[in-house]
């Protein structure tokens, strides 16, 4: 293995998201997936990009991608988890908030993550210990901060544990306006964020894990430092299930507080 998993995780996703520019803005072909959801040629190809990058460093590997579903050796230990444009919705209404990620899990353990921001010129990155953010080949320690009180709430189906929880609701919560400012931005970009210091909290309810959409987040925001649990505070992919990673534990345990009551 002449590259480490961080920087394969890092080169794939740089791949993917060199493909997501390069078709940006121009006339997608859609495939329908199911009931208002779809990819387009972008998907595709990024997808693409990213598993022939994966296959050529690790051809003994098993991977997961979120168009071409499951290949590789049954019951191989190691798995990369694949989304190769994050966002689809926002990207095919050439919006610019979309993210690719690419994960490794050996075992139960995510061990090397990237989340590239295709527009933004940043890489995200774990070794599963440490987290950093890559600009013009220069790497940086993600630092999580509460400061900004902006809390991202991810509204996109499915939402398995309605009517009990439902994400959307914590937007009218009177504590939530009173003490965050909720975003909406429909991307796992914004998991990231959290592990930056760009946001103070991310909660989306679903069963997620192996999700190649939250794999990549999920490890920069623990290898950062963040809070990481599912809706009600259990441990992750453990209960209701769902995500609240927060930067802090006085904001994990605030958002916690304004989760019960708006379950209520």
Known sequence: MSITDEELALTAAQAGAAVVRA???????????????????????????????????????????????RTGRDGAERMWLVDPLCGTLNYAARSMLVAVNVALRV?????????????????????????????????????????????????????????????????????????????????????????AGRRAAYVTDGHLRDSVHFASGIALCRAAGCVVTGIHGEPLHTGAGGLVVAADRETHSALLEIIARADR
């Open 23 to 69: 078709m940006y803005g121009t006339s997608l072909t859609r495939f329908a997936k199911s009931a208002g959801d779809f990819a387009t040629a972008a998907d595709i190809e990024a997808e693409k990009a990213i598993l022939d990058v994966i296959r050529a460093a690790r051809p003994d590997d098993a991977v997961t991608g979120e168009e071409s579903g």
């Open 107 to 195: 075992g139960s353990a995510t061990t090397a993550a990237a989340c590239a921001d295709p527009f933004g010129g940043e890489v995200f990155w774990t070794d599963g210990a440490r987290a950093y953010v890559r600009r013009e080949g220069v790497d940086e320690r993600l630092t999580p901060s509460a400061d900004s009180r902006l809390v991202d709430v991810n509204l996109d189906p499915p939402f398995p544990n309605a009517p009990a929880f439902h994400a959307a609701r914590l937007l009218a919560e009177p504590g939530f306006a009173a003490r965050f400012r909720p975003r909406v931005v429909s991307t796992t970009l914004a998991v990231t964020w959290v592990a």
